[in-house]
C-alpha cells in the first residue's frame, strides 16, 4: 500500500512477501535506543567534534526544536551502531505529530497514527531501513503509544483544564491547520475512527502523579487521554499497529507510559499483536513497555504474571519491561557512592518469584541512561564526573548482568548532558544546532573514542559468551588480605559477580574505585577449583590461578582504576 491509508478499514493485514524471522531469544540481542531527530541527518560534510576544542555555545531554543534527524540518517549509521556490538535498533516515535508543534521532535504527541512523520521520512525510508538492518543481522523495535494521542483538541475556551475528582469535562474542539471544510490531513486525529470526541476521557491534567487513579485517566500534560478500554479504541490501535508490523517489517515494540493505563486493555493489545505476528511468521516478536516502579508494580505486566484487575485469571501481557528497579541503583553503586549491597537486593526479586531465577533477564531490558531520566536530576549518567571510564563500567554491568542490554545513544560517546529539563538529555550526534558539550555543527560519530571501544570489547565477550547472556547470577565476596572474606561494605571497591551456566562460570570484576585494588574474589570451587588459570576475556595475554584460603576457592585480582576484568577458566 503506497498511499498513506485513512481509515483501518482500508488496511490489508496480508503480507505480500515474506517478513524478517525474530530472533531466537531477545538475550542475545543488544539494543541501542536513539531520537530520530537528534541522530543523524543523512547530509554530508559536517566536522568531527576535536575533543577540547572550545565550544561555540548553543541557542537553548533549539534544544526545544526539530533537529533535522530523519530515518534515513539512521541506516547510514546501522555500521557504526553494528561495529559498537548493538544489534537491535529502538526507534523514537516515528508517527506524525502536529504539523505545527516544533517541540514535538521526540514524536510522543501523535496526530496520524497511520502516517511517518514527513520530517522523519516515508514509509519507503523505514523499509529500506529495516531491510538493511536485517541483512547486517539486526532488529528494529519501535516505540509506540496507545496512552494518549497529542493535544489534537481544545477544551472550552482553549484553555487548559485540569483533573478534579474524575468529573468528564465537555469536549471543545478540534485543531485543525486547514480551514477547508472538512478534517485534512494535518487536522484533528487520524485514523478517522479515532475522529470522536467520546474516545477521550477528558478528565483534565494530571495534578498529582502519585494518584494512581489520576495517574491512569487524566491527560498527560497537553497530550489527550484515549479512553483505552473503549472497544472502539482499542481495536483500532491494534489494527494501526498491526498495520506497522506488516508493512514496515519491524521487530517489536517499546510501549509508552504503561502504567497509565489500565492493565487489562494493555494485555489484551500484548496478547492481540503477539498472536497477530505469529500468523506473520514473527514468532517472537518483542513487547516491553515503560513501567516505573519497583518489582512488584513491574510483576502485573509481565507475561504469564500478569492478571486482569480484579480476577485472579492469568493473562499474558508483556514479554519485558524496562528494568528501573535497577536503575535507580545503579548509577550510585558504579561510581562508588553507595554500598553495593543497594545492587544485590534488586536481584533479590529474581529469587522469590523466578523459580529458575536464571530466565529472569529475559523479563528485563536493563539500561543506566535514557532520554527522560525519571528519578534523576536532568542529566547524563557521567555527567559531572571527573571519571569517563565509569561509561565503561556501566555498561560492562549491562553487558554482563541478567537482562536484556539497552544503551541510549550518545553514550558511548561521553556524552555528559544536563540542565533544568529534557532537552539537555537529548543532543544531537550528527552537527546540528544542538551538539553535545555545547557545540552545533560537529558529528560525533568516532569509532575510535575510548569509551566507544571499551563497551565495544565488553559487547563482544558478551557475544562470545552463553553464560553472559543467560546464565544464573551471584554476587561474590571479597577479601584484600585472602583470609577475611565478605560482601562489600565500602561503595569503593571490586564489584565482583559470577554468571554460570551449566559448567561456565565467567567471573565479572569491576573496580569501582580510582585506586588499584588487588582483592581476593570467592568463585565456586566446582567449576572454578584451585589450581586453575582464569584468563581475562578482555586481555587474554593474563591469567590469574585460582587458590585455596581459608577453606575457599578465591582468585586475586589485580585492577588498575575503573578497570573490567572478565575471567574464564582457561
Known amino acids: 500500500m503506497s498511499a498513506a491509508p485513512f ?19 531477545w538475550r542475545d540481542q543488544a539494543i541501542y535506543f536513539l531520537l530520530v531527530d537528534r541522530f543523524d541527518n543523512n547530509h554530508p560534510g559536517v566536522p568531527a567534534y576535536a575533543p577540547g576544542a572550545t565550544p561555540v555555545g548553543r541557542d537553548p531554543v533549539q534544544g526545544q526544536r526539530f533537529q533535522g534527524g530523519n530515518l534515513r540518517g539512521v541506516t547510514r549509521r546501522l555500521d557504526y551502531i553494528r561495529d559498537l556490538g548493538f544489534t537491535t535498533l529502538w526507534l523514537s516515535p516515528i508517527f506524525k505529530n502536529r504539523i505545527d508543534s516544533e517541540s514535538s521532535y521526540h514524536g510522543y504527541g501523535i496526530q496520524d497514527f497511520l502516517q511517518i512523520d514527513p520530517r522523519f521520512g516515508t514509509l519507503a525510508d523505514l523499509r529500506a531501513l529495516t531491510a538493511a538492518a536485517h541483512q547486517r543481522g539486526m532488529y528494529v523495535i519501535l516505540d509506540i503509544v496507545l496512552n494518549h494521542s497529542g493535544d489534537v483538541w481544545g ?8 483533573y478534579s475528582g474524575g468529573q468528564r469535562f465537555p469536549f471543545g474542539f478540534w485543531r485543525e491547520q486547514d480551514p477547508s471544510p472538512g478534517f485534512q490531513r494535518d487536522d484533528a486525529i487520524w485514523p478517522v475512527e479515532l475522529q470522536d470526541p467520546d474516545l477521550f476521557k477528558r478528565k483534565g491534567e494530571i495534578v498529582d502523579w502519585h494518584d494512581p487513579i489520576q495517574a491512569r485517566d487524566g491527560d498527560f500534560f497537553s497530550l489527550k487521554e484515549l479512553d483505552l478500554p473503549n472497544p472502539r479504541v482499542l481495536d483500532t490501535l491494534i489494527k494501526v499497529y498491526k498495520y506497522w508490523i506488516v508493512n514496515g517489517d519491524v521487530d517489536g515494540f517499546r510501549i509508552d507510559t504503561v502504567k497509565h493505563m489500565e492493565s487489562s486493555a494493555t494485555a489484551i493489545f500484548c496478547n492481540a499483536i503477539r498472536e497477530y505476528a505469529k500468523r506473520v511468521g514473527k514468532h517472537n516478536f518483542f513487547l516491553f513497555g515503560e513501567i516505573v516502579g519497583e518489582d512488584a508494580v513491574i510483576q502485573e505486566y509481565i507475561g504469564r504474571n500478569a492478571r486482569i484487575e480484579g480476577t485472579h485469571e492469568r493473562f499474558p501481557s508483556l514479554h519485558a519491561a524496562l528494568d528501573f528497579p535497577l536503575y535507580f541503583v545503579l548509577e550510585n553503586v558504579i561510581k562508588g557512592l553507595a554500598n553495593p549491597a543497594a545492587l544485590r537486593r534488586r536481584y533479590e526479586a529474581f529469587h522469590q518469584v523466578y523459580t529458575d531465577h536464571g530466565e529472569a533477564g529475559r523479563y528485563f531490558v536493563t539500561f543506566v541512561d535514557n532520554h527522560d531520566q525519571v528519578g534523576r536530576d536532568h542529566k547524563r549518567f557521567i555527567a559531572g564526573s571527573p571519571f569517563s571510564q565509569q561509561t565503561v563500567l556501566a555498561c560492562a554491568y549491562l553487558l554482563t548482568a541478567q ?15 544536563g540542565g533544568p529539563d529534557d532537552r539537555y538529555l537529548r543532543e544531537c550526534m550528527f552537527g546540528g544546532r544542538w551538539g553535545a558539550f555545547n557545540t552545533t555543527g560537529a558529528h560525533f560519530f568516532n569509532p575510535g573514542h575510548p569509551i566507544y571501544r571499551g563497551i565495544r570489547a565488553v559487547a563482544a565477550v558478551r557475544a562470545a559468551q552463553p553464560a553472559l547472556r543467560y546464565g544464573r547470577q551471584y554476587f561474590r565476596q571479597i577479601s584484600g588480605n585472602g583470609h577475611d572474606f565478605g560482601d562489600p561494605l565500602d561503595g569503593r571497591c571490586t564489584l565482583a559477580y559470577s554468571r554460570i551456566l551449566d559448567s561456565d562460570e565467567i567471573l565479572a570484576c569491576l573496580n569501582l574505585s580510582a585506586e588499584e585494588r588487588r582483592d581476593f574474589i570467592t568463585v565456586d570451587r566446582n567449576l572454578s577449583a584451585p589450581g586453575v588459570q582464569l584468563r581475562d576475556l578482555l586481555r587474554p595475554d593474563r591469567t590469574f590461578a585460582v587458590i585455596e584460603s581459608s577453606g575457599r576457592a578465591c582468585v586475586q585480582v589485580r585492577l588498575e582504576p575503573h578497570e573490567v576484568a572478565l575471567l574464564k577458566a582457561d
Open 7 to 25: 481509515s483501518v478499514a482500508n488496511l490489508d493485514f496480508h503480507p505480500n512477501h515474506p517478513l524478517h524471522p525474530s530472533p531466537r531469544d
Open 155 to 162: 477544551y472550552p475556551g482553549g484553555h487548559p483544564y485540569f
Open 403 to 417: 537482562g536484556v542490554p539497552c544503551l541510549y545513544y550518545g553514550t558511548e560517546q561521553g556524552f555528559d548532558g
